[in-house]
């Protein structure tokens, strides 16, 4: 089991900024993947950013590519997702997830690939 907490969402005007954090407990952090997803009223959970197991590769969707970064700190079992220049269309929950995978410079896009989540954390970006 891989325990996963989020914090650091709020709300903030358009154009701020916002870290959000996720600590991870239990099993080995650097034997998973990180992912950040979210999910806005009505709508599917949303990919939004990954990061392989020694934190080599990431990936981001379109909408928030220069924007937003994500990164992991293996000694603290932390992984984290800076968002900058905020919009409202990136109002919406937050959820880390882990992703348990063999390769060390893979990861997923998608919800089902991923083994373990957050409780999540609301991002509210006002006009």
């Known amino acids: 089991q891989v325990q996963l907490v989020e914090s650091g969402g709020g709300l903030v005007q358009a154009g701020g900024s916002l870290r959000l954090s996720c600590a991870a407990s239990?099993?080995?952090?650097?034997?998973?993947?990180m992912g950040w997803f979210r999910q806005a009223p009505g709508k599917e959970r949303e990919f939004v950013a990954a990061i392989s197991r020694a934190g080599v590769n990431t990936y981001y969707i379109d909408s928030v590519k220069g924007r937003f970064t994500i990164s992991r700190d293996n000694a603290k079992n932390t992984v984290s997702l800076q968002m900058n220049s905020l919009k409202p269309e990136d109002t919406a929950v937050y959820y880390c997830a882990a992703d348990r995978v063999a390769s060390s410079v893979a990861f997923g896009t998608r919800p089902v690939e991923y083994d373990y989540w957050g409780q999540g954390t609301q991002v509210t970006v006002s006009s």
């Open positions: 239990g099993r080995t952090f650097s034997n998973y993947a």
